[in-house]
C-alpha cells in the first residue's frame, strides 16, 4: 500500500501519533516516543487490518523483540541474553508494580525455550510468512537468539530481503529520527489525532529528507 493512503488512513482512524517513512517494501512507522508498546502493537494491527501484513519490533543496544501481527494472537521472538530482553520488556511496556511481576513471570516461564530446535522452525515460519523470508534465512536468524541489539534486528531484515528497513533501523538507531519524533504531540488520543493537521501527527519523512546520514 502507498504510505500516502496508510497515512490518511491512519489519521480517518485516530491512530498516532508517529513519523512514516516509506520505503521500497512498504512503510516503516514510528510511534511517538512516549508510547508503550502495547499502543505500538495496536498501532500495527490497525496498519495490518489497513494493508495486508505487520510486523512490530522494539530494542535497544543489548536486545530485539520482535512480533508478526496477526489480528487476534501476538506471537513473538526475543534476541539478546535472558536480563536484556527483561529489561527491554520492562521498559517498554506499562509501569507498575503489578504489571511488572506478571511480565517478568511469564518471560521466566517462555525464556528457557528458545534453544528449543523444535520451536525454531514454527518462529520462522511465521517471519517468513510476515517478511517474505525463505525459511532456511529465517530459522538462522532465530537460532542466533543469543545476539540482540541493533545489528540482530538489521540482520534480521536484511536475510528477509528487506534492506531497506534494515537501512532505516540502523538510522533510527542512531538517532536520524529523533527531531522528527520529538515534533510529534505527546499523549494524543485517537480524537485528537483525527482532528490535528495530517502532516502534524503522521508526517512522511522520506529517508533522502532528513533521515539520511549525516555527512560533512
Known sequence: MPTAKLQMRLHEEGEGPAVLVPVASGTVVLPA?????????????????????ALAVRW????????????????????GAHRDVLGLLEA???????????????????SDKRDQRSRHDVVARRFG?????????????VQDWPTGGPTALAALFTAAGRDDVAQVTSLVDAGHADSWLAKLPADANRKAVREAPLNTVLPVVPVAQGMGPVTT
Do not use: Q
Open 92 to 110: 517498554t511496556n506499562p509501569r507498575g508494580g503489578l504489571a511488572r511481576i506478571l511480565l517478568r513471570g511469564m518471560f521466566l516461564l517462555h
Open 33 to 53: 516516543p512516549s508510547a508503550r508498546f502495547p499502543r505500538a502493537v495496536a498501532m500495527a494491527r490497525t496498519c495490518l487490518r489497513i494493508g495486508e501484513r
Open 60 to 79: 535497544d543496544d543489548h536486545a530485539v523483540t520482535a512480533h508478526p501481527i496477526y489480528e487476534k494472537a501476538l506471537y513473538g521472538w526475543a534476541w
Open 129 to 141: 510468512e510476515t517478511l517474505d523470508g525463505a525459511d532456511r534465512a529465517m530459522v538462522e536468524r
